[in-house]
């Protein structure tokens, strides 16, 4: 069999690799790559991760999704109610808010045990080996590692014990050169891969989280891990001009913004930058809410339809079967369980997706997302295809998805530039985009600030492109 990947993790072309012998088909690449990427893209992500998932199943010759994002606690009980709030310059400046009381309920390994159960045609200890080998052994940090290791590993990484050990190496070493070793998430990983994935949610792992979550006076208990629940086949269905487009309809608000910003961008206006602005504000205004968002966001697709920190891992197989998933643990905590050697996330603490405020109502619900992963067929292909790049992630991909039905050609529709226009009317732009105005500022060509879209599909034969703006990683076997 033949199999395609593309990503914007580095070592998740190693991972692919290492099992490339043995017949793999686009479900083993999807989860061997997540794991490793889990490992690997240090502090960009970690292995209590959120994500969503759409994909092409050959089996019933159809899209599907899977929502694995993250859900808040049925109640915050804990100890700890203050906001830690630290500020980094990372992307321009942002502020977050550290430390276990930020920490929401993810869904990761229930989607991997979903895709494996349903799909995976190897042992999982062989899915786990390239994994749990660089955990143990160590490896050298990939760019994006670096670049935001060197933003936070004096503030958000200095604020719990087990962080500081795990990084002393990068302290006395440097960034450059500095190896690192998880040889706890190693032997976590290793118990995983013996005793499924479902442990995480309702085993021995869920059990030593909750206890570090519960001393550090975090809000979620074990109950919250194991009525975890994924959200299935809540999916879109669009065509736009020759191709159509599948995503998820709600709770995230990720695929309904990728088309409007494709009407926009195909819209006959005359101000392209204000349009872009009024969708941006939309968004801002009237989705980025909790109360009956699911709803709002599936009323607007259909009316569409009527009219007209994360990481990208895509896959596909001679099989027909294709994934696209994009996944986050927002800006991370800064704790790392003691007990499993996993860095926790700090989902709660992401104060621009959270406008009810820190630990406003949110009880048990879905958090705010903007990932879209995509797939997008026409009558000869079908692709998987999505991003990360936070607010970004929606006009990245109308952009490309707009490009390619101009020229047909993922490769040049993929390294086209892009520009974003912000809700302060301000806009970034790769030189060649768009016209020089007073609102634009310009920055080098492949400026990773605009995403990564990664592309893998099949027409006469699989085929993968990857993005310059995130390492240009692709591979096919």
Not at 414 to 439: G, L, T, W, Y
Not at 455 to 460: A, M, R
Request: hydrophobic letters at 35%; one cysteine or more.
């Amino acid at each position: 069999m033949k199999v395609s990947l593309s990503s914007t993790s580095m070592q998740s072309l190693d991972a692919a690799k290492a099992i490339s012998d043995l017949n793999p088909n686009a479900a083993d690449l999807l989860i061997t790559s997540i794991l490793t990427s889990m490992v690997a893209d240090l502090g960009v992500i970690t292995p209590t991760s959120g994500g969503l998932l759409t994909f092409f199943d050959s089996d019933v010759n159809s899209a599907q999704t899977v929502d694995a994002y993250f859900v808040a606690p049925k109640k915050f009980g804990g100890d700890d109610v203050s906001q830690n709030k630290i500020a980094i310059a990372y992307g321009g400046y942002v502020e977050t808010c550290t430390g276990v009381n930020t920490f929401a309920i993810p869904g990761i390994y229930k989607l991997m045990e979903y895709i494996y159960q349903k799909k995976a045609s190897l042992p999982l200890e062989v899915l786990f080996e390239y994994p749990v080998s660089i955990a143990k052994d160590g490896f050298k940090l990939n760019e994006t590692s670096k670049e935001y290791l060197g933003y936070t590993l004096d503030s958000l990484f200095s604020i719990n014990d087990e962080a500081l050990k795990t990084f002393k190496v990068l302290k006395e070493d440097g960034l450059d050169n500095g190896i690192i070793k998880l040889e706890k998430l190693a032997d976590t990983y290793a118990h995983m891969s013996n005793n499924g994935f479902e442990d995480f949610n309702s085993g021995d792992i869920a059990k030593e989280l909750t206890k570090t979550i519960n001393e550090g006076g975090g809000h979620a208990t074990f109950d919250d891990f194991n009525s975890y629940e994924l959200i299935h086949d809540s999916i879109f269905e669009h065509k736009f001009n020759n191709i159509k487009i599948y995503g998820h309809k709600g709770p995230s608000i990720g695929g309904l913004m990728v088309l409007k910003y494709l009407n926009a961008l195909t819209s006959s206006t005359d101000n392209l930058e204000e349009t872009l602005l009024n969708v941006y504000l939309e968004r801002k205004q009237n989705f980025e809410i909790f109360e009956n968002r699911s709803s709002l966001v599936k009323q607007e697709i259909e009316k569409l339809s009527s009219s007209p920190s994360t990481i990208q891992i895509s896959t596909s197989d001679t099989d027909n079967n294709h994934y696209s998933i994009t996944f986050s643990s927002g800006y991370g905590s800064g704790v790392i369980c003691k007990r499993t050697g996993m860095f926790f996330n700090n989902s709660l603490g992401e104060i621009e997706l959270n406008p009810q405020g820190f630990l406003g109502n949110t009880y048990n619900e879905r958090l705010i997302s903007n990932m879209s992963p995509l797939i997008v067929s026409n009558k000869e292909s079908i692709y998987a295809l999505g991003s990360p790049g936070a607010d970004r992630i929606s006009t990245a991909l109308a952009q490309v998805i707009n490009n390619y039905i101009n020229n047909n050609d993922w490769a040049s529709a993929i390294s086209k530039p892009r520009f974003h226009v912000n809700q302060d009317k301000s806009v970034r732009a790769e030189p060649e985009s768009i016209e020089e105005n007073i609102n634009v500022t310009f920055t080098n060509p492949n400026d990773m600030y605009f995403g990564g879209v990664c592309v893998t599909g099949i027409n006469d034969d699989v085929v993968a492109y990857g993005d310059k703006r995130r390492g240009d990683i692709s591979w096919t076997n």
